[in-house]
């Protein structure tokens, strides 16, 4: 009886969610073991290891220090200081596996994508003022945008250059930069309207997690594993370097050629 | 508003964006056996400009006015520009076969020279920006321009600029494949 009551209490919208998620990440643990792709991605599986054990350490502290524990105020951030660290590596793992095999490009992809994640960063620590309690917010955050700003770059990268992504690769991106991106929106209404909305977010917070959650399953469960990729045909570095300056002094043409058209329009109007 | 809380709320959207714009399905790649060299042999449309901007020329039409036969000029000015039109569309087909052995390029090389790729993808910006530019003119009605004995003789230089320059490249892959008969290959089956 006083289990049942004990199960009863904590049904609401948002608990029931939140079991919902670790039952899933659960689940999704369970595929990556399954299909054989713990070897092939352990930092994203570490990931998802950790975030299991992050709601079980929580949902235990909170259960013996109660809500209001500047203790387990410090457990949670702490947890989550670690969670985002390993979501940085199945990022960082995901990008190797994505842009590793062109030599030149990778080269070229990890400077960019580095200034890129800085530079999120830099701008989102700048809001701060020199303020301690908004460089706490504003790391989390930054850290969040500085993770979908370098996915969202990562893909562009690769569609530039015609680049081929696995689906199940293109997949756990997409779930990786959403969940960040929505974590900053929610976070960032939740420090506006902190008051009003906070339970509301809370539950937003789950509910997207939980879309993202569902987007790996489906493409761990379903998506076949990646093939390994022959490496490109390979050329000479003299020739890519001479053939490149030609071909943009070709470029450079036609775009002058279009510019005279333009200019004499210009001119005669 | 704060302007954290903009900031925030402008980049995440940003991001998302981005992130939709990048997973639209991809864009065709390039034609696996085509030879780089044979693309870039290829005869260039650039070289009838002086017969675009000719056909352009409003003297070129201007007498049918003077025999009485206005409706007739415009038609066949009309005429002129939708030709005007598909030039530019040849232009840009150009422009984008070029863009697509660099991109080949650059992939297949074990170094790439960051300062050129963003040259290279600075003017594709510019190109797009203005072909959209010109077409719409275009669809507007050209206006008449006098200085095309200018234009001509500057499009004759960039011809002859293009040319040199088709030869260099041929002369270089040639200099630098001929010790490697591997790269020559792979260039081959591009």
């Given at each position: 009886m006083l289990?049942f009551?004990?199960?009863v209490?904590p049904?609401?919208?948002?608990?029931?969610?939140?079991a919902?998620?670790t039952?899933?990440e659960?689940?999704?643990?369970?595929?990556?073991?399954r299909r054989?792709?713990?070897?092939?991605?352990?930092?994203f599986?570490?990931?998802?290891?950790?975030?299991?054990?992050?709601s079980?350490?929580?949902?235990t502290v909170?259960?013996?220090?109660?809500?209001?524990?500047?203790?387990?105020?410090?457990?949670?951030w702490?947890?989550?200081?670690i969670v985002?660290?390993?979501?940085?590596?199945?990022?960082?793992?995901?990008?190797?596996?994505?842009?590793a095999g062109?030599?030149?490009?990778?080269?070229?992809?990890?400077?960019?994508?580095?200034a890129?994640?800085?530079?999120?960063?830099?701008?989102s620590?700048?809001?701060?003022?020199?303020d301690?309690?908004?460089?706490?917010?504003n790391?989390?955050?930054?850290l969040e945008?500085?993770?979908?700003?370098i996915?969202?770059?990562?893909?562009?990268?690769?569609?530039?250059?015609?680049?081929?992504?696995?689906?199940?690769h293109s997949?756990?991106?997409i779930?990786?930069?959403?969940?960040?991106?929505?974590?900053?929106l929610?976070?960032t209404?939740?420090?506006?309207f902190?008051q009003?909305?906070?339970?509301f977010?809370?539950?937003?917070?789950?509910?997207t997690?939980?879309a993202?959650?569902?987007?790996?399953l489906?493409?761990?469960?379903?998506y076949?594993?990646?093939?390994?990729?022959a490496?490109?045909p390979?050329i000479?570095?003299?020739l890519?370097?001479?053939l490149?300056?030609?071909?943009n002094l070709?470029?450079?043409?036609l775009?002058?050629?279009?510019n005279?058209?333009?200019?004499?329009?210009?001119?005669?109007? | 508003?704060?302007?954290?809380l903009?900031?925030f709320?402008?980049?995440?959207?940003?991001?998302?964006?981005?992130l939709?714009?990048?997973?639209?399905?991809?864009?065709?790649?390039?034609?696996?056996g085509?030879d780089?060299?044979?693309?870039?042999?290829q005869?260039?449309?650039?070289f009838?400009?002086?017969?675009?901007l000719?056909?352009?020329?409003?003297?070129?039409?201007?007498?049918?006015?003077?025999?009485?036969?206005?409706?007739?000029?415009?038609?066949?000015?009309q005429?002129?520009?939708r030709i005007?039109?598909?030039?530019?569309d040849?232009l840009?087909e150009e422009?984008?076969?070029?863009?697509?052995?660099?991109?080949?390029?650059?992939?297949?090389s074990p170094?790439?020279?960051g300062?050129?790729?963003?040259e290279r993808?600075?003017?594709?910006?510019?190109?797009?920006?203005?072909?959209?530019?010109?077409r719409?003119?275009l669809?507007?009605?050209l206006?008449?321009?006098s200085?095309f004995?200018?234009?001509?003789?500057?499009?004759t230089?960039?011809?002859?600029?293009?040319d040199?320059?088709t030869s260099?490249?041929?002369?270089?892959?040639?200099?630098t494949?001929?010790g490697?008969?591997?790269?020559?290959?792979?260039?081959?089956?591009?």
């Open positions: 289990a009551r004990q199960m209490e049904l609401q919208l948002r608990n029931m969610a939140w919902l998620t039952i899933l659960c689940v999704l643990f369970v595929q990556l073991a054989k792709f713990l070897n092939k991605y352990p930092w599986s570490v990931y998802v290891a950790s975030t299991i054990m992050q079980a350490v929580v949902a909170y259960r013996v220090y109660g809500v209001s524990d500047t203790w387990v105020w410090k457990i949670a702490g947890s989550q200081a985002v660290f390993l979501r940085f590596q199945a990022v960082v793992e995901l990008t190797k596996k994505i842009l062109y030599l030149g490009i990778w080269a070229l992809a990890r400077g960019l994508l580095f890129v994640g800085i530079l999120v960063m830099a701008n620590l700048l809001f701060s003022k020199g301690w309690y908004w460089i706490s917010q790391v989390d955050r930054g945008l500085s993770i979908g700003a996915i969202a770059a990562l893909l562009l990268f690769a569609r530039y250059y015609r680049l081929p992504i696995q689906r199940l997949a756990l991106m779930g990786l930069c959403l969940y960040s991106v929505f974590f900053v929610n976070y209404l939740l420090v506006k902190v009003e909305l906070a339970n977010w809370r539950f937003l917070d789950v509910l997690y939980l993202t959650l569902l987007i790996w489906n493409a761990v469960s379903r076949p594993e990646p093939a390994t990729q490496p490109p390979a000479p570095k003299e890519y370097g001479k490149s300056s030609e071909l070709r470029l450079h043409h775009n002058q050629q279009l005279q058209l333009l200019r004499s329009e210009d001119q005669h109007r | 508003m704060s302007a954290s903009l900031f709320i402008f980049s995440a959207l940003v991001v998302l964006s981005l939709l714009w990048a997973s639209r399905p991809p864009k065709h790649r390039f034609t696996p085509l780089v060299f044979e693309a870039l042999s005869s260039r449309h650039c009838r400009l002086a017969q675009v000719q056909a352009l020329r409003p003297e070129d039409t201007q007498y049918l006015q003077q025999i009485g036969q206005a409706a007739l000029m415009q038609a066949l000015r005429q002129r520009r005007a039109q598909t030039y530019l040849c840009q422009f984008e076969t070029l863009l697509e052995i660099s991109r080949a390029l650059a992939v297949m170094e790439v020279v300062m050129e790729e963003m993808w600075k003017l594709s910006l510019a190109f797009a920006a203005n072909c959209a530019y010109v719409w003119r669809r507007l009605g206006q008449p321009f200085g004995t200018l234009l001509s003789s500057m499009a230089d960039i011809t002859r600029q293009l040199a320059a260099r490249i041929a002369e270089a892959a040639v200099r494949t001929e490697s008969r591997l790269g020559r290959g792979n260039i081959d089956g591009l």
